[in-house]
Nanobody, 124 residues
């Protein structure tokens, strides 16, 4: 089973930027990787998804602000987060499978198989 370690989170002011990393224990050549987030008291949200051919998808609420990318040579997927807003505050996770439909990012993989996540806090 592939293992993930998320990093890059932190505390930033509204309008600031962060770059999250998802480092995998093995090659990501055959995985569609997604970024998801969960805030206290809220359901998890799909944020972004990148396919094996580098096709990318972003949820409507982050389009124009977040960009997902991958570097297979480093077994790593990134999420560049710009123009952060307080509503983006959450723990961010990467998952080994994802898809999109109607602007919604989803996964069939249970969170038990994700990493521990990296917390992002955006102050106003």
């Amino acid at each position: 089973q592939v293992q993930f370690v998320e990093s890059g989170g932190g505390v930033v002011q509204s309008g600031g930027s962060l770059r999250l990393s998802c480092a995998a224990s093995e090659s990501l050549d055959y995985y569609d990787i997604g970024w998801f987030r969960k805030a206290p008291g809220k359901e998890r949200q799909g944020v972004s998804c990148i396919s094996t051919d580098d096709t990318t998808y972003h949820a409507d609420f982050v389009k124009g602000r977040f960009t997902i990318s991958r570097d297979n040579a480093k077994n790593t997927v990134y999420l560049q987060m710009n123009s952060l807003q307080p509503e983006d505050t959450a723990v961010y996770y990467c998952a080994p499978e994802c898809a999109q439909s109607m602007g919604v990012i989803y996964t069939s993989t249970a969170m038990d198989y994700w990493g521990k996540g990296t917390p992002v806090t955006v102050s106003s």
